[in-house]
């Protein structure tokens, strides 16, 4: 199967520009992930989609941040207005159950979009 | 050792030794368990998963052990390959959750 795409691999702005990341989960997978990973830490949830309806938004900075997924499918996220600590690889993720990750259920990752804020 | 920033734990091994990766959990409630790979410019990739009920549990060349008494999680990889040179991350399900919480993770180095 194909896996998760993501787009763009790379995007350098400048602080308090905005920018959109593109994320094309695996094919029939009900739940989208989008994780913020700085460099040397691991992957922090940012927001979490049960088909289009967000599950869980509680670590989003909803003050620049936003996400939707409006069919169910692709999603998109957007930095507006980019802070200099935003600089990060944002991870797209997606899983086929919707209920508790469990075996047979990881998630799978994209490969991310490497975002430098200057 | 414990990372901060920049500074991920380290192993170097030889070719063809083991290795152990190790990582602590702070939350008993959690209940599932997965050990994912990351190749620099790559996303994580799933190896092995454990869940709470089990202690062991094996697959091709990896084995993940699992202490809920001091909650701690380890990876062993067999016969060390160049290829599995790595950032491995632990990640935990906290307690019939569906999302996962990741670790710091540790840098492996596999030296020829």
């Known amino acids: 199967e194909a896996g998760v795409a993501q787009s763009p691999r790379y995007k350098i702005i400048e602080k308090r520009q905005s920018v959109a990341f593109w994320c094309n989960p695996i094919?029939?997978?009900?739940?989208l992930y989008w994780y913020q990973q700085i460099l040397g830490q691991g992957p922090k949830l940012l927001i979490q989609?049960?088909?289009?309806?967000?599950?869980?938004d509680s670590q989003l900075p909803k003050d620049r941040f936003s996400a939707e997924r409006l069919k169910g499918v692709d999603s998109t996220l957007k930095i507006q207005p980019a802070k200099l600590e935003d600089s990060a690889v944002y991870l797209c993720a997606s899983r086929a159950n919707r209920g508790q990750i469990a075996p047979n259920s990881p998630l799978h990752f994209g490969n991310g979009t490497r975002l430098t804020v200057t | 050792g414990e990372s901060v920033g920049l500074h991920l734990p380290t192993l170097s091994v030889q070719e063809g030794d083991n290795s152990i990766i190790n990582c602590a959990y702070s939350n008993s409630a959690s209940d599932y368990f997965i050990w994912y790979k990351q190749e620099s410019g790559k996303g994580p990739q799933f190896i092995i998963d454990i869940r709470s009920n089990m202690d062991k549990r094996q697959g091709q060349r990896v084995t993940v052990l699992l202490n809920k008494t001091v909650k701690h999680l380890s990876l062993q990889i067999a016969a060390t390959q160049p290829g599995d040179s790595a950032v491995y991350f632990c990640a935990e399900n906290r307690g019939g959750g569906n999302k996962l919480t990741f670790g710091t993770g540790t840098q492996l180095k596999v030296e020829l």
């Open positions: 094919s029939g997978h009900a739940t």
């Open positions: 989609f049960q088909n289009n309806g967000v599950v869980d």
